[in-house]
């Protein structure tokens, strides 16, 4: 498995954070939908921003075919309803997974 990092910057605080996730080797090379998802359905996503954000959506996915940087903006959405705009970027740290 191949270990990804997806840096996560949200309007609401301003706060960014940085969260290391695993996959396939070839998923940097999936559609940058797949990359997000992947990220949102992981260990990680569920344990520290699912508690806060239950939902999302997406504005933007792109990939950056030169550096192979996913970057994607949306807003989560509180259980209340409320929406919280955020941008993210996701790369490639250990294609070995190390």
């Given amino acids: 498995m191949a270990k990804f ?9 301003g706060g960014e954070g940085s969260y290391d996730f695993t996959g396939s080797g070839l998923l940097i090379s999936a559609s940058p939908m797949r990359v997000w998802q992947a990220f949102f ?16 959506e997406v504005y933007t996915a792109f990939r950056h075919e030169e550096t192979w940087v996913i970057t994607v903006t949306g807003a989560f959405i509180r259980q209340s309803g409320r929406k919280v705009p955020y941008m993210s970027m996701i790369h490639l740290i250990d294609a070995e997974g190390h």
């Fill in 5 to 13: 990092r997806a840096v996560v910057i949200d309007a609401e605080t």
């Fill in 41 to 56: 359905e992981s260990e990680t996503a569920s344990e520290s921003i699912l508690p806060l954000f239950p939902e999302y």
